[in-house]
């Protein structure tokens, strides 16, 4: 549970419990393993010693991927397979280059690698499944899990929970009605389902749960099934983070349709717009809002990153 989900105001107290429900029982997460085994592999040796341990850093081309080096040696991913990047994305290839390019000579800490760590999950969760090694899967996931696990999601949906009317003198509901209700028209248009068929829960009636249709969970199930492994990771990361899965979806809309719906920094902005109202009038926790106010937006730009591909 998040730190400010937790801090006593004195008004709203209630709302905001209703509001963190989905983040007491959280679904299986897979992220990006950091192992302790016998690999020789780039990813876990900076994980071990986290220290720079190269001079150089380069990308060799072909034309099937770009592999990003380290002193001509192709970095290896925390499974062993190579770090190769698609040539439909070959942006994100050199931006792998310069975020290893960029690393200091001091202590490394592995944030520091966002983009590398979402490329690593993806290599490793495609290669597992689709070679159907179960040791493998049991350490990155199966792809129909994680689906299941991200529709836990959809249920108490940070988008789909409005404050009570009175909360923030009513500022906080009116502008959840301004940013949210499109979006969530827009969500039931791409899922092809009927208007009003996604449940929200209005705190006002009071402490109770929120569930989707099966009707709804199939449509959103059959969706989640027609992505390739870089989109599904790029929404995972996202729906972890801003535990939504509306927000993930936004993300892989946002990277293939402009402005169509909501830029990445509006996404960014709906998933926290309750904490910014908090700040606004108890002040920001030091070492907390501002840190969870870049966090979230590192998470949701490099998903965007790493799911845009040139046609």
């Known amino acids: 549970m998040l730190l ?3 801090i006593p ?23 990006t393993p950091q192992l302790e085994d ?8 900076l994980s071990k010693t986290l220290t720079k341990f190269w001079s150089q850093v380069s990308i060799e081309s072909n034309e099937n991927h770009h ?36 690393l200091s000579n001091l202590s ?3 944030h520091n690698l966002p983009l590398t760590s979402l ?9 597992a499944n689709l070679t159907k090694n179960e040791e493998l899967q049991a350490k990155v996931g199966i792809r129909e899990d994680i689906i299941e696990d991200l529709l836990r999601y959809f249920d108490t949906d940070t988008l789909l929970v409005f404050a009570p009317q009175a909360e923030y ?5 009116s502008k959840q009605e301004e940013l949210y209700r499109p979006i969530i028209s827009q969500i039931e248009k791409l899922l092809e389902i009927e208007s009003g068929s996604i449940n929200w829960l209005d705190t006002d009636v009071g402490l109770r749960g929120n569930q989707q249709s099966e009707n709804v969970r199939s449509k959103a199930r059959s969706w989640l099934l027609n992505l390739d492994f870089w989109d599904l990771v790029a929404l995972e990361k996202v729906t972890l983070s801003a535990k939504s899965l509306i927000c993930g979806i936004l993300t892989l809309r946002a990277k293939s349709h402009g402005e169509e719906i909501v830029n990445l920094e509006k996404i960014a902005e709906c998933a926290t717009l309750e904490v910014g109202f908090q700040t606004e009038k108890w002040g920001e926790v030091e070492d907390t809002h501002d840190v969870d106010y870049q966090d979230i937006r ?11 591909r040139q046609e």
């Open 298 to 308: 590192r998470n949701i730009n490099s998903a965007g990153i790493i799911s845009f």
């Open 9 to 31: 105001f004195p008004n709203g107290l209630v709302s905001r419990a209703i509001r963190s429900y989905a983040t007491i029982s959280k679904p299986q997460q897979y992220s």
């Open 169 to 173: 003198e009513g500022k906080l509901r």
């Open 67 to 102: 592999a990003i080096k380290l002193d001509n040696k192709t970095i290896r991913t925390p499974l062993g397979n190579f770090l190769e990047i698609p040539t439909n994305r070959s942006i994100l290839a050199h931006l792998l280059h310069h975020e290893w390019s960029s």
């Open 119 to 127: 490329v690593a999950r993806v290599i490793d969760l495609e290669h």
């Open 4 to 6: 400010y989900r937790s």
């Open 108 to 110: 490394i800490k592995t």
């Open 38 to 45: 016998n690999n020789q592999t780039e990813s876990n040796r």
